[in-house]
């Protein structure tokens, strides 16, 4: 029998069926989940490092030469390219569309805490994955008031930590606030008297003031990337910083 004959001659079911279909349709429409701006992904990402008050040259010597070394080891590239202008090194990497970015993005990282020896004034690694949940926020909070600059970061921050803790929000970024800065004001009688120079002050607390990379180690199929950390999180722990021992290690 066809279907045809099978409707004219059940037409009850038929019509059953039909108020079914469009019942399931009408809710289906209803509570699906909708984005109005899907993610959607590139396949590229931009490293970054900036290197404030030198020239092109250098940058490409110092900065770009090291970082692709690194990144020749990945696999699904379709193609790297560079820039370097005055105080800045950008590097794009662009993958071919079969990739898993997931991976490559961790890749990356891996490939680029590998590299410890950028020049001492240059930024930390900057990576970013080009997508439009990258490049499109879904709103900016702007407020201001009668607070110290400092007051105000804090606020931010706080804020921040907040606003993370809201399900499905998953970055924030803050804006319009400079990097704190901490003075370190030298005692010149003192350094004299210990016979300590500024350059053993300075290279005692850049030396204290690092999180040192300690290699890889493969485990349960696995790599897994070692360091220490040994960056100053407080005033007091500048204040505590030794800059020079005797002999007998006092």
Not at 73 to 88: F, P, R
Not at 101 to 119: A, V
Not at 139 to 156: K, M, Q, T, W
Request: glycine share 6%; hydrophobic share 40%.
């Amino acid at each position: 029998m066809s279907i045809t004959n099978f409707s004219v001659k059940n037409p009850v079911l038929i019509n059953i069926i039909m108020v079914i279909v469009f019942v399931v349709g009408i809710y289906t429409v209803i509570n699906i989940p909708k984005e109005a701006m899907p993610e959607v992904d590139f396949g590229k990402f931009v490293i970054m490092v900036s290197y404030p008050g030198v020239s092109p040259e250098d940058i490409e010597t110092e900065i770009i030469n090291r970082i692709e070394e690194e990144l020749s080891d990945l696999d699904d590239v379709e193609s790297i390219e560079a820039t370097a202008s005055e105080g800045m090194a950008i590097v794009s990497v662009s993958m071919d569309e079969n990739a898993d970015l997931d991976k490559t993005e961790d890749e990356i990282s891996r490939e680029m805490n590998k590299i410890t020896n950028l020049p001492d004034n240059a930024s930390d690694i900057i990576i970013k994955r080009i997508n439009t949940k990258e490049m499109d926020s879904i709103c900016s909070i702007v407020f201001s008031g009668s607070y110290s600059e400092n007051g105000l970061r804090e606020i931010a921050e706080d804020l921040e930590t907040k606003v993370l803790q809201v399900e499905n929000v998953s970055k924030v970024e803050i804006a319009g606030t400079r990097d704190r800065e901490i003075v370190i004001d030298v005692d010149t009688q003192k350094l004299e008297n210990y016979g300590i120079t500024f350059k053993d002050m300075q290279s005692a607390v850049v030396g204290r003031n690092a999180n040192v990379p300690g290699g890889s180690v493969y485990y349960d199929n696995e790599e897994l990337t070692l360091r220490s950390m040994g960056e100053y999180n407080s005033v007091s722990e500048i204040e505590n910083t030794v800059l020079k021992v005797n002999t007998s290690g006092s």
